[in-house]
């Protein structure tokens, strides 16, 4: 008899294992690989001090017929003192 409610004990223990296992696979699934956050996409790089700024917060400033963003009016105004310069 002890042999038996042995084997019942391991069998419950193995059975609730992979139950455990598939349940974390699922919870791993749904959460899905890591991914950055779609806000990301609209972030802009500053030429000057290459700070990475959002496109709506962004200053622009037309330098030599093309439209660059800067963090502040400052980048802006040392970026087109730069080309002026060259
Ligand atoms: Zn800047």
Redesign the pocket.
Known sequence: MGIIRLMLVVGVLVVAYFLLRSAIREFRGLKGPFQPPASREDMVQ?P??K?Y?PRGSAVSADVGGQTYL???R??ADTFQKQVGQS
Do not use: G, K, N, R
Request: aromatic residues 10%; negative net charge; contains cysteine.
């Open positions: 500053d000057v001090c700070t700024v800067f963090c502040s400052d980048c």
